[in-house]
């Protein structure tokens, strides 16, 4: 059985609603999500990065961290942080990104973590002294928490543009056990259509209804979830 959660859509500035679809100068049309690999371009603690439009994800071994902000503050500040001669570092007080923390409670805090189906394309941040560049940082198209609870996988990919995660349950594991913690935002809410609403400074996050899924391929058969 698989349990899926969708990242619908971010608003950022006020009025200024985006789907996680990348449009805009910098990336014309539809993108998919993709997630590099941490090489050292980012914070030791985090194993997996993704952007889509103004939300920026991190993926460490005890906590995703979701970050919204206006991208032109993080082009500010990633030139300033160039000048400096540093890398930029997971969200702290130097970020004008508004962050939301998302935990697994009662979970595996040592789970592994591992990029799943590479992709062609690679990035390179050649940022202050050459010997600090990071070049061809591998690209995957999903990434992977294994065991997070007995028997249960924690996927992130992305369909149609957004960025999805699934938790996959093993026949015979017990799926009640999922239980997701946030963290940072000023106040949430569901909506009538099942949605999970999260205000935050830079504006909001929602999360869609939850799908479940059982079985594999044709044989698989969509359950009631809440």
Same mark, same amino acid.
């Given at each position: 059985?698989?349990?899926t959660?969708?990242? %619908?859509?971010a608003?950022?500035?006020p009025?200024?609603?985006?789907e996680f679809?990348n449009?805009g100068? %910098? ?5 998919p ?5 941490n ?6 603690s985090?194993?997996?990065l ?5 939300l920026m994800?991190w ?6 961290v979701f970050?919204l902000g206006e991208r032109?503050s993080?082009?500010a ?6 000048a400096?001669g540093?890398r ?9 990104r508004?962050i ?5 409670s009662?979970?595996n805090?040592?789970?592994?973590v591992?990029?799943l189906?590479?992709l062609?394309g ?10 600090s560049w990071r ?7 999903r990434v992977?928490?294994r065991?997070v609870?007995?028997g249960?996988?924690?996927v992130f ?7 999805e995660y699934d938790?996959?349950?093993?026949a015979g594991a017990?799926e009640?056990?999922i ?7 000023n ?8 949605h %999970?609403v999260?205000?935050?400074g830079g504006?909001e996050?929602?999360h869609?209804?939850?799908t479940?899924?059982?079985g594999?391929g044709?044989?698989?058969?969509v %359950?009631?979830?809440r």
């Amino acid at each position: 059985m698989a349990v899926t959660f969708a990242l %619908l859509a971010a608003t950022g500035a006020p009025g200024a609603e985006r789907e996680f679809d990348n449009r805009g100068p %910098l990336a014309p049309g539809r993108m998919p999500v993709f997630f590099e690999h941490n090489a050292g371009q980012t914070d030791s603690s985090v194993r997996f990065l993704a952007r889509q439009g103004d939300l920026m994800v991190w993926i460490t071994a005890d906590e995703i961290v979701f970050g919204l902000g206006e991208r032109g503050s993080e082009l500010a500040r990633a030139r300033t942080l160039k000048a400096r001669g540093r890398r930029d570092p997971l969200p702290d007080r130097e970020s004008r990104r508004s962050i939301v923390r998302m935990r697994l409670s009662g979970a595996n805090q040592a789970p592994r973590v591992e990029g799943l189906d590479p992709l062609p394309g690679v990035s390179h941040y050649l940022i202050g002294d050459p010997a600090s560049w990071r070049t061809h940082v591998r690209h995957y198209a999903r990434v992977a928490y294994r065991d997070v609870y007995p028997g249960i996988d924690l996927v992130f990919h992305s369909r149609n543009g957004k960025l999805e995660y699934d938790f996959e349950v093993s026949a015979g594991a017990d799926e009640t056990k999922i239980e997701l913690v946030f963290e940072g935002m000023n106040s949430a809410g569901v909506e009538k259509n099942g949605h %999970l609403v999260m205000k935050v400074g830079g504006g909001e996050l929602r999360h869609g209804q939850p799908t479940s899924l059982e079985g594999d391929g044709a044989s698989s058969r969509v %359950l009631q979830t809440r």
